[in-house]
RNA sequence: GGAGAGGUGGCUGAGCGGUUGAAAGCGCCGGUCUUGAAAACCGGAGUGGGCCUUGUGCCCACCGUGAGUUCAAAUCUCACCCUCUCCGCCA
C-alpha cells in the first residue's frame, strides 16, 4: 500500500509507476474519490465536533437544573444529518481502502522500464556440463528410477500434484535440511516452522488479497488460505507491532509447503515439476531499517545464490522489469537454474525488496532511536517508522530438483549425489535403480 | 464440540451512561539530589486521521471487531473473533 498522501502530494510520480508497469488503473477517478471522502470527512467532523459541544452543553443544564429539551431537540437533528452523511463516508472509505489496496509498489529507478524482453541478465554462474551423451529429462529419469509418480499423484489429488517416492523423498528432504543450515548456521537466519494456512489479513499484508484471491486455495468454512508461500506467515509475524531499532535487521528462514492454484496456467510449462499445485521452499524474510533496504537485498540475493554455488548447478540472476515485477515489490531479481534436460532455465527463486509497501499493510513499525548525543527530551521520543521487507526464496524445492537430477545424470539414467549433499543422504553417492 | 470466566494505554489493573484519553502501580523518558549510580522527590509521555492560520495550533476518531440503543457509550443490547479454566475427542 501506497501513503495516501504521497500520491495526493505525488501524482505525476505515481502515474508514471502505474504506465511502467502497464497497469490498468483508473487514476483520476482515485484522486476524484479521495477528494471527495475528504470533503466529507470535514464536513461529518464538524457536524461531530457541534454536537460533542451541544452534549456538553446537556450535562451543564442537566446539573444547573435547567430545561435541556431544546438543546437536545438541537442534538437530535444534527444527529440524524450525521446518520446520512457517515452512511455515505463508510461507502467512500471502503470504496478508497478498496481502491488504494489495488495501487502496486512504485518501482525503483534501477528497474528497467518496459516489458519482460527489458529484463536484464546481470550475472550468469557455473559452467554448463558438457554432456557425452544426450541427457534425459526429469521426467524420463524419474520413471527410470522410480523416484516420482506423477500419475498416482493425480489419482490420489489432481493433475499437477506430485508423488516423491524412496530416494526421491529423500532427496527433497535432503535439500530441505541442506539450505535451512546454510541459511541459519551461515548466514544467520532464525528457523521458523510457520502455520501453512493464514487468515485473510495475513494474506492482505503481503499483498495476495484482495487482487489475487483467484490464485489461492481458500478454506471456505474457515475462511484461511493455504500459504503461497512462507512469506506469508512469517512477515506476518511481526504485524501490528512495534520494534526496536536494535532488533533490527531481523532474518527468518522458513521452510514451508506452497500451495498455488495455477488458475489459467494450464498447457504452459506445465509438464513434470516445473509447475506444481504443491511445491516445498525455504524462504528468506527480512525486516530492515528503510536505509539499508537495498544493500540487505544484495545480501539477500548472494544468500540464495550460495545454495546453486555449493550444489554446483549453473544459474543466472533475472533484474526484472517494470512489467514484469510483482505487484508489492519495489525491485525483484529471479533466479533461474538451467536444466539441461528439458534445455530451459528455470526459475527458482525471486529476491524482492518491498520497502514499506507490506509494513504500511500490516503495520509493522519500528522506533528510531535519537542520533543526537546530548539528548534533549524532544530528541529522545522518535515517532515509529515503517520498516522495510524483503523476501527472496532460497530456493524453491521442486524446480530445483528437476534442475539437479537432469544435470548430476550420468549415462547409464543414475544421478550422482555431489558430496555436499552426502551427510544428508546417508553418504549415498548415487540414485539408481533399485537403490 | 460442551460449560464457565475474561479481553481497557509498554505491562499489571480500576472504571454508578455525561468533569474518563481514561485511576493506581510497575516500567519508560527528562529533571532535582549524588563524585557516579541507586533510592527519594518533581515533571513528561499513546496511535491514526482531517484542516489551515504550519502552531510546543484547532478538530475528529480509537478501551478485541462490527452493528445497534441514546442528545451522549469503555460503561447498555446483539453478533462475531480471540485468550484462559474444566469436560469430551484426538496425533
Redesign the pocket.
Known amino acids: 500500500m501506497l501513503?495516501?498522501?504521497f500520491i495526493?502530494e505525488n501524482t505525476q510520480i505515481v502515474k508514471e509507476a502505474l504506465k511502467n508497469r502497464n497497469y490498468n488503473f483508473d487514476f483520476d477517478s482515485f484522486l476524484d474519490l479521495?477528494?471527495k471522502?475528504?470533503?466529507l470527512?470535514?464536513e461529518?467532523?464538524?457536524l461531530?465536533?457541534?454536537?460533542?459541544?451541544?452534549?456538553?452543553?446537556?450535562?451543564v443544564l442537566?446539573?444547573e437544573k435547567q430545561d435541556?429539551k431544546p438543546?437536545?431537540?438541537?442534538?437530535?437533528e444534527?444527529?440524524r444529518n450525521?446518520?446520512i452523511l457517515e452512511?455515505t463516508l463508510?461507502n467512500l472509505k471502503t470504496q478508497f481502502e478498496w481502491q488504494l489496496l489495488n495501487i502496486p509498489n512504485i518501482p525503483h529507478a534501477s528497474v528497467p522500464v518496459g516489458d519482460i524482453s527489458c529484463n536484464k541478465i546481470i550475472k550468469t554462474c557455473g559452467e554448463e556440463r558438457k554432456f557425452g551423451f544426450k541427457p534425459l529429462t526429469h521426467i524420463e529419469l524419474a520413471e527410470h528410477l522410480d523416484i516420482l509418480d506423477f500419475k498416482r499423484a493425480s489419482k490420489i489429488t489432481g493433475s499437477n500434484f506430485i508423488l516423491y517416492k524412496g530416494l526421491g523423498a529423500r532427496l527433497e528432504r535432503a535439500l530441505i535440511n541442506f539450505m535451512l543450515d546454510l541459511h541459519v548456521n551461515e548466514h544467520g537466519y532464525k528457523e521458523i516452522f510457520p502455520p501453512f494456512l493464514v487468515?485473510r489479513e495475513s494474506m492482505t499484508t503481503t499483498g495476495q488479497l484482495p487482487k489475487f484471491e483467484e490464485d489461492m486455495y481458500r478454506l471456505k468454512s474457515?475462511d484461511y488460505f493455504l500459504i503461497p508461500t512462507a512469506e506469508v506467515p512469517v512477515t506476518n509475524i511481526h504485524r501490528d507491532e512495534?520494534l526496536e531499532e536494535e532488533q533490527l535487521p531481523i532474518y527468518y528462514a522458513a521452510y514451508s509447503a506452497c500451495f498455488r492454484r495455477e488458475a489459467g496456467s494450464y498447457g504452459k510449462d506445465t509438464a513434470g515439476l516445473m509447475r506444481v499445485h504443491q511445491f516445498n521452499k525455504i524462504e528468506l524474510v527480512k525486516f530492515v531499517k528503510p536505509q539499508d533496504s537495498y544493500d540487505e537485498l544484495e545480501k539477500l540475493l548472494l544468500n540464495a545464490c550460495k545454495v546453486l554455488e555449493l550444489l554446483q548447478i549453473p544459474y543466472r540472476v533475472v533484474l526484472l522489469s517494470t512489467q514484469d515485477i510483482s505487484f508489492s515489490a519495489a525491485k525483484c531479481y529471479d533466479i533461474e537454474i538451467y536444466s539441461p534436460g528439458i534445455n530451459k532455465w528455470l526459475e527458482v527463486s525471486s529476491c524482492s525488496n518491498f520497502e514499506d509497501f507490506q509494513a504500511r499493510r500490516g503495520?509493522i513499525?519500528y522506533?528510531p532511536q535519537a542520533a543526537s548525543c546530548k539528548?534533549?527530551?524532544e530528541d529522545?521520543?522518535q515517532?515509529?517508522e515503517y520498516v522495510h521487507t524483503l523476501n527472496g526464496s532460497g530456493v524453491a524445492l521442486a524446480r530445483l530438483v528437476a534442475a539437479f537430477i537432469e544435470n548430476y545424470q550420468n549415462s547409464d539414467g543414475s544421478i550422482t549425489i555431489p558430496s555436499v549433499l552426502r551427510k544428508y543422504m546417508d553418504n549415498k553417492e548415487r540414485i539408481a535403480p533399485g537403490l
Not at 71 to 76: A, L, N, V
Request: glycine share 0%; no cysteine.
Open positions: 501513503d495516501p498522501k495526493r479521495d477528494e471522502r475528504r470533503a470527512i470535514q461529518t467532523e464538524a461531530r465536533s457541534e454536537q460533542n459541544k451541544l452534549s456538553d452543553r446537556v450535562k442537566l446539573k435541556p438543546t437536545i431537540e438541537k442534538s437530535k444534527i444527529s450525521l446518520d452512511e463508510k487468515n474457515d512495534v503495520n513499525k522506533r539528548p534533549h527530551a529522545r521520543k515517532k515509529p
